[in-house]
T-cell receptor
Framework: AQSVTQLDSHVSVSEGTPVLLRCNYS??????LFWYVQHPNKGLQLLLK??????LVKGINGFEAEFKKSETSFHLTKPSAHMSDAAEYFC????????????FGTGTRLQVTL | DAGVIQSPRHEVTEMGQEVTLRCKPI?????LFWYRQTMMRGLELLIY????????DSGMPEDRFSAKMPNASFSTLKIQPSEPRDSAVYFC?????????????FGPGTRLTVL
């Protein structure tokens, strides 16, 4: 069984300040973890993924995430928020060894203010 | 690279009408997925195909929904008859390798409104 919990449904930050979006997972086997971003009226775009290589994963647009097995967490961070980062972010897990069976979190809406 | 292509982008129809959503996966991808996104239920997997064969359709809500993949470059999701509760954004995704591991790539979605 696998599941993912996004701890915040909504996060608001000021432009230029750090971003932290929290995600905890549960998995029976070694998981693969993903972060997807969805801008308004758009499809989901892959930000980054962890697949048992380096625990610190760098993605597009300056985002990164760290896999912490002891804490079963995969939090998404960015040092400095930009207005264009405002979107919905989904943490996703699969433990089947393939990305065919994904389990999505409920999403975190990131608001960036001036 | 054109990405996953979906049509139409928006569809407004009346209850009882047939609706057909279309998807063209990324060339070379062997698996295709249909998802539905609503505020209440989030993202739900409806069905997925591997090499044009339906593998898991346990997420299809009821017999009014059907999906086909007649060839590797085209799939349809049909709702007949449509109901207001079917209003949602429907996404298609295809599965391919990226950096040595497989990854799902999503289309832009079809926003369906059933009046």
């Amino acid at each position: 069984a696998q599941s993912v919990t996004q701890l915040d449904s909504h996060v608001s930050v000021s432009e230029g300040t750090p971003v932290l979006l929290r995600c905890n997972y549960s998995s029976s086997y070694s998981p693969s973890l993903f972060w997807y971003v969805q801008h308004p009226n758009k499809g989901l775009q892959l930000l980054l993924k962890y697949t048992s290589a380096a625990t610190l994963v760098k993605g597009i647009n300056g985002f990164e995430a760290e896999f912490k097995k002891s804490e079963t967490s995969f939090h998404l961070t960015k040092p400095s928020a930009h207005m264009s980062d405002a979107a919905e972010y989904f943490c996703v897990v699969t433990s089947t060894g393939t990305a065919s069976k994904l389990t999505f979190g409920t999403g975190t809406r990131l608001q960036v203010t001036l | 690279d054109a990405g996953v292509i979906q049509s139409p982008r928006h569809e407004v129809t009346e209850m009882g009408q047939e609706v057909t959503l279309r998807c063209k996966p990324i060339s070379g991808h062997n698996s295709l997925f249909w998802y539905r996104q609503t505020m209440m239920r989030g993202l739900e997997l409806l069905i997925y195909f591997n090499n044009n064969v339906p593998i898991d359709d346990s997420g299809m809500p009821e017999d009014r929904f059907s999906a086909k993949m007649p060839n590797a470059s085209f799939s349809t999701l049909k709702i007949q008859p449509s109901e207001p509760r079917d209003s949602a954004v429907y996404f298609c995704a295809s599965l391919g390798l990226a950096g040595g591991t497989d990854t799902q790539y999503f289309g832009p979605g079809t926003r369906l409104t059933v009046l």
